[in-house]
């Protein structure tokens, strides 16, 4: 290889997160943006090759993202709406590709404090647009004024659902909310006022989209944050136990389901586990291929019709079960094998910053570990952080994970040592 090629490899190594960063933020304002960025997050890896002489690093999910972009490839395939499919598939692509990018780019704590920065911004930044981009429920919290939403204009004709940015939000929030919390005292007075206004900012405009199950993904992933925190943390469960039975008991289940059809004429609970079971006959009859991303409403209401919910469901109103139906039950094997992955590499940070008595490491393994809670918990009553245009933002998550648990290879292998050395 040419020392010319090499240098420009080398450069573009050094710049590749900015680059890929506008990339994928031009890609969440403008399905136009969606192949182009697609094509920058691509040329990466051959820049890669080029300076590194290689296309990526090792990483503990590899295999799972061949198996996922496999059923990709299928999904592309049976698809009986190619514009409706392929722009979710493009999203999900950018998604891996970005986790492969900032795991690549950060190579130094300096990186990593970026990327974690970089990635707080971007929720404050989603937070702030929130206003003007967003389409409000404003029917499930009466203590907030239906005046209030009335006074934020629409910019866009496309807005985001107040349920997508909600969610979006919510597994975001516990990030800053965590390096707060362990790092307070080793992080600068700036980064101070940056993360706790930046979770001001999200956890105000998660509570203005009245999303009830981004609200309860954040309580719980709260909680866990604070048994991660103190040892005596645990205690909280009580309180929290009694005012969950309190609020079932007075206000009834479905009051803890977000209600997104609005134009259903009965209780959301009911017309949610009718959506789950008609999710379940797809799976059912295609297991291993799927319907295609984004299909779920023409063929649930073709061929599984709805009797009590609304017609035109757009999606399973449950995560795991939208992804099994998108890309049948492989597709959704390789998903959750990257989130366990993640979970264990997670779990793994919080470890090695406790063991060495790095509270910003420790504080970002812990964050991690809530994202994921808020994930599964919110993903149980809904899919808004799948094929919608922020989904790349849990991807960042994962990929600041991956970025971690490369730059601090060192000190695991240093705890591995000690332990030994004790035994």
């Not at 984004?294 to 449950?318: C, E, I, K, R, T």
Request: overall charge positive; proline content about 4%; hydrophobic content about 55%.
């Amino acid at each position: 290889m040419s020392p010319y090629l090499k240098q420009l490899g080398s450069f573009f190594y050094n710049t590749e997160i900015w680059f890929v960063a506008v990339a994928v933020a031009a890609s969440i304002v403008s399905t136009r943006a969606l192949l182009p960025a697609l094509a920058i997050i691509l040329a990466f890896f051959l820049f890669r090759r080029w300076g590194q002489g290689r296309l990526s690093i090792r990483m503990p999910i590899d295999w799972s993202i061949v198996v996922l972009i496999a059923t990709l490839l299928i999904t592309v395939i049976v698809t009986v709406q190619p514009s409706v499919t392929y722009p979710q598939v493009y999203r999900l692509l950018i998604g891996i590709g970005l986790t492969y990018s900032m795991a690549n780019w950060a190579d130094s704590d300096v990186r990593l404090h970026l990327i974690a920065m970089g990635i707080t911004f971007a929720g404050a930044t989603l937070a702030l647009s929130a206003p003007f981009t967003v389409q409000w429920i404003t029917s499930k919290f009466s203590f907030i004024p239906k005046a209030f939403y009335a006074r934020l204009p629409l910019l866009t004709s496309d807005g985001i659902h107040s349920n997508v940015m909600g969610g979006t939000l919510a597994i975001l929030f516990p990030l800053s909310l965590a390096i707060l919390l362990f790092g307070w005292s080793t992080v600068s007075r700036l980064e101070r006022v940056f993360y706790l206004a930046s979770a001001l900012l999200m956890g105000s405009v998660i509570v203005f989209s009245q999303s009830r199950g981004a609200l309860m993904g954040i309580m719980v992933a709260f909680f866990g944050l604070i048994i991660l925190r103190w040892q005596r943390g645990w205690w909280l469960i009580i309180p929290i136990l009694a005012g969950t039975v309190f609020i079932s008991y007075s206000r009834g289940l479905a009051f803890f389901i977000d209600q997104t059809s609005a134009n259903s004429a009965i209780s959301a609970l009911d017309g949610r586990q009718e959506v789950w079971s008609r999710a379940f006959y797809i799976i059912q009859d295609f297991p291993f291929t799927g319907i295609g991303m984004g299909n779920f409403s023409n063929v649930a209401d073709m061929f599984y019709p709805f009797f009590l919910a609304a017609p035109g469901q757009p999606h399973a109103h449950n995560l795991f079960l939208q992804i099994a139906v998108d890309l049948g039950i492989p597709g959704l094997i390789a998903w959750l094998s990257i989130w366990f992955l993640i979970c264990a590499i997670s779990w793994q940070v919080y470890y090695t910053g406790k063991a060495v008595r790095d509270y910003w490491l420790a504080g970002i393994g812990a964050g991690l570990l809530a994202s994921q809670i808020v994930l599964i918990v919110h993903g149980t009553i809904d899919a808004v952080t799948w094929g919608v245009r922020p989904a790349v933002t849990l991807w960042s998550i994962w990929g600041l994970a991956l970025a971690t648990l490369r730059t601090h290879k060192n000190n695991r292998s240093d705890i591995t040592k000690l332990n030994k050395h004790r035994d």
